[in-house]
């Protein structure tokens, strides 16, 4: 199983990204898959996940109202829609499928 993260950058504070999680080796309607964030010094933080089903979503408080999960079956991918950043968003951030993690897409807000 893989997965490769992508989508991260440089964006002001406001601004917008969207995220995406290519899967491969394993179907997604099988699963729920999730976004987590890492900062230097702090430990992990779950930001979204996503049921198999779709039928279900987590939001961390500190996302919601900003962050939008959704995941296209078909293409076998995840992704994250990221508006109104604030710097404090900044992190690197990895998908995960259970025991599998992408590598990490890093997102930085700053003027």
């Known amino acids: 199983v893989q997965l490769q993260a992508s989508g991260g950058g440089l964006v002001q504070p406001g601004g917008s990204l969207r995220l995406s999680c290519a899967v491969s080796g394993f179907t997604l309607d099988r699963r729920a898959i999730g976004w987590f964030r890492k900062v230097p010094g702090k430990e992990f933080e779950g930001v979204s996940c996503?049921?198999?089903?779709?039928?279900?979503?987590y939001y961390a408080d500190s996302v919601k109202g900003r962050f939008a999960i959704s995941k296209d079956n078909a293409k076998n991918t995840v992704y994250l829609q990221m508006d109104s950043l604030k710097p404090e968003d900044t992190a690197v951030y990895y998908c995960n499928l259970g025991y599998w993690w992408g590598q990490g897409t890093l997102v930085t807000v700053s003027s």
């Open positions: 996503i049921t198999a089903s779709s039928s279900q979503i």
